[in-house]
C-alpha cells in the first residue's frame, strides 16, 4: 500500500502547484490583520465634553465660550471637565449669571466634540467617560469569537473538509465585515464584530490545515512561514489604509469589501488530498494528485496511484489522557500557562498602539515591520539552541520589557515605543516557537487535542487582554506590569520541560517511538 508521503515525492513536494497554493492561501492573511487592530485607529481619542444645549432656552444669544463658562465645571489643570456638568435649572438667565451654578452631575444629554473631527467609533457611539470601557468590552467579544470559530471550525474542517470550511469563512468574513460598516447600534456592530473572530479563526485553521497538508515534511515550516509574514505585511497595510482613510465606515469598507475579491476561489482552490484519502474519497484524491503532479511537470506512477488506500489510523487517545501520566500533566499544564503568556503579551501590547506616545500610525507601521525578522528568525534559533531555551528566554525578555515599560516616565515617548517594538519582537517569536514545541511534545494521538487545549488557553488571554487595558486609569503602569509578570513567570517554568530538538516524536502516551511522519495531525493557530 502505497503512503501519501510516497506520493507528495513522486509529484513534487514544494513544486510549482504547492508554491500557488502557499500563495492563494496568504492572500486572506493579508486582510485579517485589519479585523485584529483596525479598531484601534477607529476609536482615537478627541477633545469633547458634555452637551449643555439646555441653557440656549434661557440665553440664546450666548457665545460658545459664555455657555461652556456656564454650564461646566473645570478640573485642577484649569480645563473644562469632559465627563461632568452642572445640573440644569429652571432659572432664568440673570439668576443663573448672579448665582451661578454648583451641583454638577454625570452627562445627561450627550457628548460634543469637535466638528471638524471625522466621523469614528468614538464620537458616533458615544464611547467616552464610563462608555468608553465598551470599546475594549468589543475587542474582548471579538477575541471570543476567535475562540468560537476554532472550535466550531476545527471541527467542520476535519468532518466536511478543508475547502468548504475556508470557503464559508471568507464569505462570513467578507458579508459581516462589510455589513459592520453599516450597524446603527454598538451593540449589533460587536455581534457582527464576534461572528468576523469566528471567520478570521476558521481562516487560519483552514490555512494551516491546506499548507501543512499539500507540502512534503522538509518544506511545511517554509510553507507556514510565508503565510505568517503574509498576516505581518498585512499589520503594516493596517497603518496605511487608516492614515488615509479617517471615517470608520469607510475604513471598514475598504479592509473587509476586497475580501469578496476572493471568491473565485471557488473554482481554483482544491480540498486537501490527504484528508480525502482519510475520508476513504480515493478517486477524487487521484485526480487532485494528477493535477498538482502535472503543474510541477511530474508523472505519477500508475502503480502507485493504484495502491493508494486510506491510511492506517494510529489508535486514538483521549482529553483526560492528557493528565493520566507524570509526565505528560507536566508537559500539558506548562504549554498550557505558555500559550496563555504569549498571548497575553503580545495582544497587550497590540492593542495598546495608542498608550504609546507617538503617532500611532508609524507605531503600528513598526509593530508590523517588527513581526517579519520576528518571525523568520525562530528557524534558526531553534536550531541553533533548541526549542527549551529559545522559548524561555523570548518569553522572559517580551515580559521584562513589559516591566522595564511600568517604569518609563510619560514624557520619553520614544524610548516608550522603541522598547514596546522589542517587546512585540519577542512576544510575536515567542509565540511561533510555542507552535513548533507544543507540536514535537504531545505524542501523536494526542497532539490535535494538545495544541487545540493551548490554544484554547490563548484564547482566553486574548479575551483578557483588552479589558486588562482599561486599568489604566487607576494607574498607568498596572496593565504593563500584568503583561509582564505574567511572561516572566511561565518562563522559569520552562526550564521543567524537555527538550525536542533531534528527537523522535512519541507515538502515543506510553512509547517514545517515532509516529509515521505522514501520520502527525497538523494543528493551526
Known sequence: MA???????????????????????????LLNPFQMVGQVFMVVEVPHHC?????????????????????????????????????????DLDSILAYGLNHTEKCSSGWVYPLEQPPSLLTEFDLVCDRAVLNDVSQS????????????????????GRR???????????????????VPHFYVFMA?????????SGIMIAVVSLATEWVGVSHRTKALLVTHTAFAIGQMSVAGLSYGIRNWRLLEIAGSAPMFALFFYIWVLPESARWLVTKGRIE?????????????????PPELLEQLKPEKQVKSGSFLDLF????????????????????????????????????????????GAVELPARISCIFLLEWFGRKKVQGILLLLAGLVCLILTGIPEDQPVVITV???????????????????????????LRQTGVGLCSTMARVAGILAPLIIPLARYHRAIPKAIFGSIPVLVALFCILLPETRGVDLPDDTGNKEPPDEEQKTEVSL
Request: aromatic share 12%; with cysteine; glycine share 8%.
Open 3 to 29: 503512503e501519501f508521503g510516497d506520493l507528495l515525492r513522486a509529484l513534487g513536494e514544494f513544486g510549482l502547484y504547492q508554491k500557488l497554493l502557499i500563495l492563494l492561501l496568504s492572500l486572506p492573511l
Open 51 to 91: 452637551d449643555t444645549s439646555w441653557i440656549r432656552a434661557v440665553g440664546p444669544n450666548l457665545t460658545q465660550e459664555e455657555q461652556l463658562n456656564l454650564t461646566l465645571p473645570r478640573g485642577p489643570d484649569g480645563h473644562f471637565e469632559q465627563c461632568s456638568m452642572f445640573s440644569p435649572v429652571d432659572w
Open 141 to 160: 467579544i471579538y477575541m471570543a469569537g476567535l475562540l468560537i470559530g476554532a472550535m466550531i471550525f476545527g471541527m467542520l474542517s476535519d468532518r466536511i
Open 164 to 182: 468548504p470550511v475556508f470557503l464559508t469563512c471568507i464569505l462570513l468574513q467578507g458579508v459581516f465585515g462589510l455589513g459592520t460598516a453599516f
Open 192 to 200: 457582527f464584530r464576534c461572528v468576523v473572530g469566528a471567520a478570521v
Open 284 to 300: 477524487e484524491a487521484k485526480k487532485l494528485l494528477q493535477k498538482a503532479a502535472a503543474a510541477n511537470k511530474r508523472s505519477l
Open 324 to 367: 493520566r501520566t507524570k509526565d505528560l500533566l507536566k508537559v500539558t499544564l506548562i504549554m498550557s500557562c505558555v500559550w496563555f503568556a504569549d498571548s497575553i503579551v503580545y495582544y497587550g501590547l497590540s492593542l495598546s498602539v495608542t498608550d504609546f506616545g507617538l503617532d500611532i500610525y508609524l507605531t503600528q507601521l513598526a509593530f
Open 419 to 445: 522598547l514596546a517594538i522589542i517587546g512585540k519582537f519577542t512576544a510575536t517569536a515567542a509565540f511561533s516557537t510555542s507552535y513548533v514545541y507544543a507540536a514535537e511534545l504531545f505524542p501523536t494521538i
